[in-house]
């Protein structure tokens, strides 16, 4: 088939309108660029992506590897997941967060939280129904929205207000046809940690509106010496979901797997919609996740507290050297920083640093308008890589006070 100039082999055929409304995620985009330095010669250092540059622990790698080598783990797994898998999560809920879970009826394992997102949003929200996402926020909140026909309502997250919603502004809003409300705390890209506060206003506030409010929980154990979850709180189950992976807390983001908690009416909502559109995850890992979810404390605290805490301090000097001032009791595996006022946004910053410097970090403007003058930088990558990013951007001479 002969290839046209713009590179469209058929231009009869158009895309789906709902196209239209998103853009290529930051990240898949920008790594390309990455992609075609690096062939170029730069070797850009990246402090941009929050994967987890450590293994999981090794009983869960030996049970990954005995298990693919059984005769008869290779079939078909139920979409529900295996009854032991939901167990190891249940008994993780209890253990970390005195939250007491039906294993059979109060879980669903998720091949990744954004697969939840997405499973989610289809259970509840009808085209044209509203849908409140922070700004800032994961993107992935807004465009899996939009995809799906929702209207976009943002709520603000400010510095101010310690980056908690603010419920006397969210009171004034318009409610009216809001089906879900996305939270994240602890909060990421800001690093705001959870507060029992907020979790009984945000209940509070999902009973007398009718709303579902979803928190995404994947950053509770890095960082942070008390985990806590939405759950927690009386009543929560009945009114609120939360989302918790395994990418972060247990160094495994390739694998993918991840959970929904909330009572058995949601749960089976939200598996009527999963099981039209995937099956279970490879019992290998479904089988390597208990073993993982098993971590001794000690453990996790060597792999989310210590190693984590030592690369908080590099990171912060590239902040300080940026001329960036920043929380100093942020948890989760980023660093989020206000740029000076000499530059007119994040982008310009961090592209400076990307072509002068060759490290690359996140422009907080792509979670939102209220990140537009900040930066986010990962912890996910070894001290040497993070001392060799502050040796180069100490060499551009840009710090600023």
Known sequence: MKITENNHTCP???PAKRLSDITEYYFSRKLKEIARLNSEGADIISLAIGSPDMPPSQATVNTLVETARQDDAHGYQPTAGIPE???????????????????????????GSKEGILHI???????????LVPDPGYPTYTSLSKILGAEVVKYNLTEKNGWQPNFDELERMNLE?????????????????????????????????????VNDNPYSLILNEEP????????????????NSMSKSHNMPGWRVALCASNSTFIQWILKIKSNIDSGMF???????????D???EWHHNANITTYRNRRTLAKEIMQELGCTFDKNQVGMFLWGKIPDIYDNAEELTEKILHEARVFITPGSIFGKNGERYVRISLCAKDRKIEEATRRIKAMKIRCK
């Open 12 to 14: 009869h055929v158009q």
């Open 85 to 111: 898998l939901r167990q190891a999560m249940a008994g993780f809920y209890k253990r970390w967060y005195e939250v007491t879970l039906d294993p059979e009826s109060e879980i669903q394992p998720l091949i």
């Open 121 to 131: 949003t289809l259970a509840f929200v009808n085209a044209g129904d509203k849908v």
């Open 177 to 213: 046809n809001v089906k879900l409300m996305w939270t994240n705390y602890p909060n990421m890209p800001t690093g705001a940690a959870a507060k029992m506060e907020t979790y009984n206003k945000l209940v509070d506030f999902a009973k007398r509106h009718s709303i579902v409010v």
């Open 228 to 243: 806590l979850s939405l759950l927690q709180i009386p009543e929560a189950k009945d009114f609120c979901i939360e989302l």
């Open 283 to 293: 019992r290998g890992i479904q089988l390597a996740a208990v073993e993982a979810y």
């Open 295 to 297: 971590n001794d404390a």
